[in-house]
């Protein structure tokens, strides 16, 4: 047994000797308060150099004890409690397990930070700490918290990327942002997949503000992602940005662009009522599913020969994204099960949805940015979500591998 465990003990048996109950919060707010009491006395001893009510061996030194004073502060398992926290008399001491005009333990912090990430407003925060904890907590400390995220986040904004991307996904989401006024600012996330199949967000950014994103816009962009270290990418997955097509072989010559084709089948139940969509996406099937582009051509002018009296901007829109979405057809059917959809950067943008409803609007775009930081930070702690995307993505590695042999040569020398 520790040293720690006999302490424990020790601490249980003379608790059930005085008849305390083992279970009360009391008992353990009491324990905790006592032990941070104990550690700062202990601390201070060392400052000094001599225990209390010792002379000072130190003949050079005037520095003593010179009382406490009362502080107030938040654990993260028994809530707030009152300790006295021992001063010295030239203020040279300077405790380490509640420091200077801290008011929370370590991880208090960090349960703020998961709140935020899960949509919580600061209120929402501080009314929550009120509730569980029994401790009143400032929107205005809440906020500077958070703020403590911005140097991590400008860290892994510009962190080194790998080499190769077998595909990258870029999606959109719309936040509320005051700037003057309160607007629907664009937000760009891009999720990569790298040769062993694992996904990570590789960026994220603010849309400019007006006319929308343009070729500029996605050109620098993807010079970013060059210049963090990505020398190649395969495919490059998204629903019809504007300008990013013209863009992409400017940076990577030989990257395929490929049109979403979950987004293509939902936009086109835009233009019909729901009583129909059953019907329309049965009849799209054949298009997506064709095995060459000729068979999926036909199927399109099938579609419109049933469809289009009703309802002709559904095959327009197909016909005008054609050139983004044939690539897709021309591989085999694992590699499609990869391109299908934007599905894995899809569940993201959703989940930064869920959480932004309750946000209302953000105060500025870096509060937006921050935000989404945090929600990315916060994904898949358990891992189950990576374990069940690298088990799908195994059988379309081995299809890539065959398919870009020249460009993996890492994968196809094994």
Same mark, same amino acid.
């Given at each position: 047994?520790?040293?720690e465990?006999?302490?424990?003990?020790?601490?249980?048996?003379?608790a059930?000797?005085?008849?305390?109950?083992?279970?009360?919060?009391?008992?353990?707010?009491?324990?905790?308060?006592?032990?941070?009491?104990?550690?700062?006395?202990?601390?201070?001893?060392?400052?000094?150099?001599?225990?209390?009510?010792?002379?000072?061996?130190?003949?050079?030194?005037?520095? +003593?004890?010179?009382g406490? %004073? +009362?502080?107030?502060?938040?654990t993260?398992?028994?809530?707030?409690?009152?300790?006295?926290?021992?001063?010295?008399?030239?203020?040279?001491?300077e405790?380490?397990?509640?420091?200077?005009?801290?008011? %929370?333990?370590?991880?208090v912090?960090?349960?703020?930070?998961?709140?935020?990430?899960?949509?919580?407003?600061?209120?929402?925060?501080?009314?929550?700490?009120?509730?569980?904890?029994?401790?009143?907590?400032?929107?205005?400390t809440?906020?500077?918290?958070?703020?403590?995220?911005?140097?991590?986040?400008?860290?892994?904004?510009?962190?080194?990327?790998?080499?190769?991307?077998?595909?990258?996904?870029?999606?959109?989401?719309?936040?509320?942002?005051?700037?003057?006024?309160?607007?629907?600012?664009?937000?760009?996330?891009?999720?990569?997949?790298?040769?062993?199949?694992?996904?990570?967000?590789?960026?994220?950014?603010?849309?400019?503000?007006?006319?929308?994103?343009?070729?500029?816009?996605?050109?620098?962009?993807?010079?970013?992602?060059?210049?963090?270290? +990505?020398?190649?990418?395969?495919?490059?997955?998204?629903?019809?940005?504007?300008?990013?097509?013209?863009?992409?072989?400017?940076?990577?010559? %030989? +990257?395929?662009?490929?049109?979403?084709?979950?987004h293509?089948?939902?936009?086109?139940?835009?233009?019909?009522?729901?009583?129909?969509?059953?019907?329309?996406?049965r009849?799209l099937?054949?298009?997506?599913?064709?095995?060459?582009?000729?068979?999926?051509?036909?199927?399109?002018?099938?579609?419109?020969?049933?469809?289009?009296?009703?309802?002709?901007?559904?095959?327009?829109?197909?016909?005008?994204?054609?050139?983004?979405?044939?690539?897709?057809?021309?591989?085999?059917?694992?590699?499609?099960?990869?391109?299908?959809?934007?599905?894995?950067?899809?569940?993201?943008?959703?989940?930064?949805?869920?959480?932004?409803r309750?946000?209302?609007?953000?105060?500025?775009?870096e509060?937006?940015?921050?935000?989404?930081?945090?929600t990315?930070?916060?994904l898949?702690?358990?891992?189950?979500?990576?374990?069940?995307?690298?088990?799908?993505?195994?059988?379309?590695?081995?299809?890539?591998?065959?398919?870009?042999?020249?460009?993996?040569?890492?994968?196809?020398?094994?």
């Open positions: 047994m520790t040293t465990h006999q302490l424990a003990q020790n601490l249980i048996t003379q059930k000797e005085q008849g305390l109950d083992l279970s009360s919060d009391t008992l353990l707010k009491t324990l905790t308060q006592d032990i941070i009491q104990a550690a700062l006395d202990e601390e201070l001893t060392d400052h000094l150099g001599y225990p209390k009510h010792a002379e000072n061996p130190n003949q050079t030194s005037q520095n +003593t004890r010179n406490y %004073r +009362t502080k107030r502060i938040l993260d398992t028994v809530g707030p409690i009152d300790i006295k926290v021992p001063r010295d008399r030239d203020g040279s001491f405790p380490t397990i509640v420091p200077k005009r801290a008011r %929370r333990l370590k991880n912090d960090e349960i703020i930070l998961s709140l935020a990430a899960k949509g919580l407003t600061y209120g929402d925060i501080a009314a929550h700490f009120e509730q569980i904890y029994g401790a009143s907590i400032s929107k205005d809440i906020s500077r918290i958070t703020t403590t995220v911005l140097d991590q986040m400008n860290e892994w904004a510009a962190r080194p990327l790998e080499t190769v991307y077998l595909a990258v996904f870029i999606d959109a989401i719309y936040l509320k942002v005051r700037e003057g006024q309160v607007s629907n600012r664009p937000f760009y996330v891009a999720m990569g997949v790298n040769v062993e199949g694992a996904r990570d967000v590789l960026g994220i950014w603010a849309g400019p503000e007006g006319a929308g994103e343009s070729a500029k816009f996605w050109l620098q962009i993807l010079t970013e992602l060059k210049n963090r270290g +990505t020398a190649d990418i395969f495919y490059l997955v998204c629903d019809g940005l504007t300008g990013l097509p013209e863009a992409v072989n400017a940076v990577y010559e %030989r +990257t395929i662009v490929q049109n979403c084709v979950i293509m089948i939902r936009n086109s139940m835009h233009y019909a009522p729901r009583q129909h969509w059953e019907a329309i996406c009849d099937k054949p298009v997506y599913q064709a095995v060459t582009e000729q068979a999926a051509q036909a199927a399109l002018e099938a579609f419109g020969q049933k469809w289009d009296e009703k309802y002709p901007a559904i095959s327009a829109l197909w016909w005008r994204r054609w050139e983004e979405f044939i690539p897709f057809l021309s591989y085999e059917m694992e590699v499609r099960r990869v391109l299908y959809s934007t599905n894995a950067i899809e569940s993201l943008n959703a989940r930064l949805r869920r959480s932004a309750s946000r209302g609007h953000f105060v500025s775009e509060s937006a940015l921050k935000f989404m930081y945090l990315v930070r916060s898949d702690p358990s891992g189950a979500g990576a374990r069940r995307w690298m088990t799908r993505w195994k059988p379309a590695l081995n299809a890539f591998a065959i398919v870009f042999g020249d460009r993996l040569p890492q994968v196809a020398g094994r």
